[in-house]
């Protein structure tokens, strides 16, 4: 709620202009007086002692009471406009594949080459950014599936548990974060997770996005039984195939820290993906590219839009008579003191 000032008729205000105007013009054309009284001298010392301080007051009293009239011909209103915004947000859960493979840097962030993980990071976090009237969840999944977030309009803390969101490989084993984690591609695991996180039926619209590199194969549920159990209690299904298909850049570490690379082979197959969209009413999308990854994500936020509704409410109180009374009055009361103790002697 705020209390707004306007005037209805403002282009009116362009009317105080007038009275210096027509002050400088009388000036101009006002000529001096041709008869002098011989008897003037008498009154010399009163008309000092009266124009010291009766002129000013008078045309103070002219000026302001002409500006008031012409400021209330303008019709200054104050008022109280307040609104209230109806939204009916959409329940998003964002499953993030979290393998080694992910680590396979044929992505870009800028001029530098970065991994597919931190691609995906800095875009969802852009889309986040942009849904705030929804609820939205992370799962991460490798081997199995882990809950980064449940279902927030705390996009700020959801961002920052994203932020964390880090692998890399210790020996023979994979680490999320501080914790080591089984390694492989629990796609099916994913979904059933994602969905349970979005029994609640009383958003206007479920989503599941999910985002991996590789085909399903570990965890103990197959992803085409848990994409049909998902589209069964109405959630639809969004699925992003990332990375390249063929030889890419992967990272390794020898044992005194430094960073090598070799040239991986990993296959990207499409088949799972595509019918798990199918499936869940949603669309298969295929980004070999940072720019390809964006323009997905900004294709599934135009798809997936949240109702908004905005009813505002204006009162407003006019001032117009109380500024005409006012600007009446100083005129008045200048005509009555010229014409009285303010009179001028000829």
Known sequence: MN??????????????????????????????????????RIFAKAATFQNSWAQPIQNALYYFGCACLIVGLARPQFGVASSRIKTSGIDIMILLDVSLS????DFSIGSQRASRLEVVKQVTE?????????RIGIIAFSGRAYLVSPLTLDHQWLIENL?????????DQTALGSSLVEDGTAIGSALATGANRLR???????????????????????????????????????????????LVPFPH??????????????????????????IGGGVFFRATDTKTLKEIFSQIDQFEKTDLEVQRYQNYRDLFGWLVGAGLCCLGATFILSETIWSKVP
């Open 102 to 105: 992910m680590l396979s840097e």
């Open 3 to 40: 209390i707004p000032f306007r005037f209805e008729q403002p282009w009116l205000l362009l009317l105080l202009a007038l009275p210096p105007l027509l002050w400088y013009v009388h000036k101009r054309l006002q000529k001096p007086p041709v008869i002098r009284f011989a008897a003037a």
């Open 163 to 171: 932020a964390r969101l880090n692998i890399r490989r210790v020996g």
């Open 253 to 278: 570490s020898d044992g005194f820290g430094n960073t090598y690379y070799s040239q991986e082979y990993m296959p990207f197959k499409e088949d799972t993906c595509r019918e798990i969209a199918r």
């Open 126 to 134: 852009k889309f986040i950014s942009g849904r705030p009237d929804d």
């Open 200 to 246: 609640d039926k009383r958003a206007k619209s479920r989503v599941i996005v999910l985002l991996t590199d590789g085909d399903n194969n570990a965890g103990k549920i197959p992803p085409l039984t848990a994409a049909e159990a998902a589209a069964a209690i109405g959630i639809k299904i969004y699925t992003i195939g990332a990375g390249t298909n063929g």
